[in-house]
């Protein structure tokens, strides 16, 4: 039978409470920066280590027993099943770990819960700052997390991804001058697309790759903290198509170019 990892939050009026059982992570950024993240919880962690070694079993190229990724998580009974040792003491533990952190009314700006297929591709301050300049344009969390989502997917993130954003009072609220800052980077990369797309015309070999590949060569101003010119791929792909309709193949998911 297959598992799966677990985070989740509760929120008192003056507490944050955070479990977290094998790779989902929690990030609180505060002030601009990930001053809190629980600890993923791999096979190749000194006292994870330990207690897969206890239970008879061995940590193979970072996994347990060489197969599975994390060393906590819920279901995956066939690592749990070591008689005479108790449920926490199996190969893979079911134990979360709890963190408990006073809440900062000035400063703290959201929480995010988010499985590894986030993390895979993203540092804690990388998905801070993206989230960050996201809420500068917008209060549709919903809106933000599937911009989180397609972004990263354009980073060839391969692993089920899910976020869940808590947004507290200190966080970025949307103002016209970033979304005055943000209709300009548009222009300019859809202004650069086509000049590039004009200059390969004719061109044999020339596809929606190469011209990403071009234009991450650029220095374009202003590309989204944290996201890079994979959180303008919606944009690019209109701009493509609509110049180079014929081609739409080449625009399936290329790999990270940022």
């Known amino acids: 039978m297959s598992g799966s990892t677990a985070v989740c939050a509760f929120i008192s009026p003056k507490h944050i409470y955070i479990a977290n059982c094998g790779d989902s992570r ?40 060489g197969s599975l990724a994390v060393s906590r998580a819920l279901g995956d009974y066939e690592y749990k099943n070591i008689e005479g040792r108790g449920p926490c003491e199996q190969l893979v533990s079911p134990e979360p770990e709890i963190f408990v952190r006073d809440r900062d009314m000035e400063h703290d700006e959201f929480l995010v819960l988010a499985c590894d297929g986030i993390w895979d591709v993203m540092t804690n301050q990388d998905l801070c700052d993206f989230i960050n300049s996201r809420l500068l344009l917008t209060d549709d969390l919903e809106a933000v997390n599937n911009q989180v989502v397609d972004t990263y997917l354009h980073k060839c993130s391969r692993d089920n991804m899910s976020i869940v954003l808590v947004t507290f009072p200190a966080a970025p609220k949307p103002n016209i001058k970033a979304l005055k800052k943000e209709a300009e980077l548009e222009m300019i990369v859809e202004r650069r697309m086509k000049e590039i797309i004009r200059q390969q015309e004719g061109k044999g070999g020339f596809d929606y790759l190469e011209l990403l590949r071009i234009l991450t060569d650029q220095e374009i101003p202003n590309l989204p903290p944290g996201g890079s010119l994979s959180a303008k791929q919606s944009l690019n792909e209109q701009v493509f198509l609509k110049m180079c309709p014929s081609r739409a193949k080449s625009t399936k998911r290329p790999r990270e170019l940022d």
């Not at 990930?34 to 190229?61: M, N, W």
Request: a positive charge.
């Open 26 to 65: 929690a990030v609180l950024c505060s002030a601009g920066n990930p001053v809190f993240s629980t600890r993923d919880h791999k096979p190749v962690l000194p006292a994870e280590k330990e207690r897969i070694q206890a239970a008879g079993g061995s940590v193979i190229l970072a996994r347990v027993n």
